[in-house]
């Protein structure tokens, strides 16, 4: 006898939500596993779907059937802000970096005109 858990689980509903998650049109996984867009939008409506079909829709939306299975909101957004705040680190290492690269511009600028003072204060005492 199932669990009560896994009886709840509504596979139509998930596919729909990872498919809708990376941002695929219905119509698209239809053509990918070659059905109907009508077919899709009914799954989506089914609370369980067969093993075959569950197979096919799972590599067309490059997941595994367990994890259409065991889908759950809260992880995937979870997973979705740790891979953004991910990318904020690293475009916060980038910022970083573009303000050391200047800092050592002006550093290298100032250098510059230190020794262009020098060089014309050599030539002024050469001149005198």
Do not use: C, W
Not at 14 to 43: D, M, Y
Not at 94 to 106: A, G, P, R, V
Request: proline share 2%; no cysteine; charged share 25%.
């Amino acid at each position: 006898m199932s669990s009560p858990a896994i009886e709840n689980i509504h596979i139509g509903n998930n596919i729909r939500r990872i498919r809708e998650l990376k941002n695929i049109k219905q119509h698209v996984l239809a053509s990918l596993i070659g059905e109907s867009q009508q077919t899709i939008s009914k799954i989506e409506r089914t609370p369980q779907v067969a093993e075959a079909t569950l197979d096919r829709i799972s590599k067309a939306l490059g997941v595994s059937s367990h994890a259409i299975r065991v889908f759950s909101e809260n992880i995937a957004f979870r997973s979705i802000l740790e891979s953004n705040q991910y990318e904020s680190q690293s475009e916060l290492a980038q910022i970083n970096s573009i303000d050391k690269i200047f800092e050592l511009y002006e550093r290298l600028l100032n250098s510059e005109k230190e020794k262009q003072k020098i060089y014309e204060e050599y030539i002024k005492n050469k001149i005198a």
